[in-house]
Every structure is written in structure tokens, then in C-alpha cells.
């Protein structure tokens, strides 16, 4: 009796825990927790993306050279000298047209096809795989077969145009032909993509709203095109516009094979731009900042769009 009385009162000498205290604790728990797993990833987008932008950065305030030692500090001069330059302002120029046409073609036709093999019942994944290769191919090597076929004596496109009694051009070497032929060559390139993502959206349609469309009197297909297929595919359209957008601004690789640029910087564009300076005439300082207003310029046109197609996109 006497130990159980002497065991109570050491018991009640201890303080007891306040109610806050385990919830701080497990706040706590989960805190180190959340940390320990986005650690990594946030170790990963401060090393690969904020660091190298930041030295960027710091370039372009600099005249840095490839093999200089030590940079001298020049301020805005770089973004000054970018802005008054008039092969930079006829890069952008083209890169802007060249997304014009490639953006709008590639989502139309992309949105085209996926519908024709939707509706068809017949190898649709042999059309599937047809039209997705070209996305799945390495570009460098398509490139070099559409200069065999733009070819201005010997290529097929200039033979098939002349046996059917078309104009033929150089395409490749012809100023005011030279760009459209290569947006023509990124909606080839993009198009299977954009039609692999307009399938995925067409699948995720519940049949019903089809059905429940036509016995509202929906019962032409463009009716139904209409009214349900087109609502139901906004978010997949937004998607598509702003990835196809993405690979359109930063075109590069056909650019470099196919036309360097030319004739006359009328092909010319703003990655090849950036590329030209830092690494062929190693201003390394003047391309980083034609790589800042790059940067800006790709998260700009990229908000602007997620803004507006996101007013317009119906979610359900």
C-alpha cells in the first residue's frame, strides 16, 4: 500500500505533456518527411536550371570569350547591342512566322487525323505508328533525306511537281521559299505527336455525351464535332498548343543541316542565332544574352498561353 501511494506521488511529480505538443511533433514528422522527399528533386531544378541560369546571367553582363580569363563587366551593354542588331530582330522575325505556320497547321491536321483513325476500324494502329514515326525518328538523319528530296535537280518533290505540271523550286536556296519549306517540315515532324495526344483525348469522351448529343438533334457529324468533341477536348488542346509551340520556337536541328541560316539570314532563326554567336564567332557574352531574351521570350508566349486557352477550356 505504502509503495503503491509513494509510486503515485513520483508520478504526479512529473510534469504532464502539453496537447500541443504531439501535434507539434508530428507537424514536425510530416515537415522532414515532405522535405526528405523533395529534396532531391528541389537539389536537382536549383543545379541543373536556377545555377546555369544564374551564371548565364552573370555572362551576359560580361564580355566573356571562350579561353579568356578574366571577363570584364559591361553591364547592358550585350542586351543593348542585342536589341539593335538586325540579324537578331530577322531571327525573331522568322522564328514568329515560322510558329504561325507550324502551330496552327500541326494542331488542325493533328486533330484531323486523329479523328479519321478514331472513326476507322482497319489497321488503325498501322496508321497510328505510320504518322507517329516521324516524332519517334531521329531528326538529324530526316533532315538529311528531306535535302535529298528538296533537291533542286535530282530531288522527288521537284520530279513529282514537273510530271504533274507544277512549278518547281530550290527550295532550300530560295529566300522567299526557304522558311515555309521548313515550317512544312516541322508540321511533319510534329504532326504525330499532336495526333497520338487528340487519340488519347478522343478516348477519354465518354460515349454518352454522343449519345445524349443526338437525341438533342445533334445528328451530323459536325453537329457532334461541335457541340461535344471539340469542349471535351480543351484541355488536350491547350496541351498540344503550348508543347507544339515550345518545340516550334526552339527549331534548330533543320535549320543548321538544311539552310545554316541562309540565303541571306531569310531562314535564320532565334536558337540558331544563339548557337551562331556563342560557338562559331565565340561571343560568348553576346550569346548568353540572346539566350536571357531567349528564356524570356519561351516563358512569356508559354503564359500568355496557358492564360488565355485556359478561359476557353472546359474541364469535366
Known amino acids: 500500500m505504502t509503495a ?12 504532464k505533456a502539453r496537447p500541443g505538443m504531439a501535434a507539434r511533433t508530428a507537424a514536425l514528422g510530416e515537415t522532414l518527411a515532405a522535405l526528405w522527399l523533395a529534396g532531391p528533386a528541389a537539389v536537382a531544378l536549383l543545379v541543373l536550371f536556377l545555377l546555369p541560369v544564374l551564371a548565364v546571367l552573370y555572362i551576359a ?3 566573356w570569350q571562350f579561353g579568356a580569363v578574366n571577363p570584364h563587366f559591361v553591364g547592358l551593354a550585350n542586351f543593348r547591342e542585342v536589341f539593335a542588331d538586325p540579324d537578331f530582330r530577322a531571327s525573331a522575325l522568322n522564328t514568329f512566322v515560322y510558329m504561325l505556320i507550324v502551330v496552327p497547321a500541326t494542331v488542325g491536321l493533328g486533330l484531323l487525323v486523329a479523328i479519321l483513325v478514331e472513326s476507322g476500324e482497319n489497321l488503325r494502329a498501322f496508321y497510328r505508328a505510320v504518322h ?37 523550286a530550290n527550295w532550300l536556296r530560295d ?3 526557304v522558311l515555309a519549306t521548313l515550317a512544312v517540315i516541322g508540321i511533319w515532324q510534329n504532326l504525330g505527336f499532336a495526333m497520338v495526344l487528340f487519340l488519347a483525348g478522343l478516348k477519354a469522351i465518354p460515349k454518352d455525351l454522343y449519345d445524349a448529343a443526338s437525341v438533342d438533334g445533334a445528328d451530323l457529324w459536325f453537329d457532334r464535332l461541335r457541340t461535344v468533341t471539340m469542349p471535351m477536348l480543351g484541355p488536350t488542346t ?8 515550345l518545340n516550334a520556337i526552339r527549331v534548330f536541328d533543320t535549320v543548321e543541316i538544311l539552310t545554316q541560316g541562309g540565303p541571306g539570314h531569310s531562314s535564320d532563326v532565334l536558337l540558331y542565332t544563339l548557337y551562331r554567336e556563342s560557338f562559331e564567332y565565340l561571343r560568348t557574352g553576346y550569346g548568353a544574352a540572346v539566350t536571357i531574351v531567349f528564356l524570356v521570350v519561351v516563358v512569356t508566349l508559354t503564359l500568355i498561353q496557358a492564360r488565355v486557352m485556359d478561359r476557353r477550356v472546359h474541364y469535366a
Not at 238 to 245: G, H, L, P, S
Request: charged share 10%.
Open 4 to 15: 503503491a501511494i509513494e509510486t503515485r506521488r513520483d508520478a504526479q511529480s512529473f510534469p
Open 61 to 63: 553582363l560580361t564580355d
Open 132 to 168: 507517329f514515326l516521324p516524332y519517334m525518328a531521329m531528326l538529324a538523319a530526316m533532315a538529311i533525306s528531306w535535302e535529298g528530296l528538296l533537291h533542286p535537280t535530282i530531288g522527288l518533290v521537284n520530279a513529282v511537281f514537273s510530271i504533274f505540271g507544277l512549278p518547281t
Open 175 to 177: 529566300d522567299s521559299m
Open 238 to 245: 491547350m496541351f498540344v498548343v503550348i508543347v507544339v509551340a
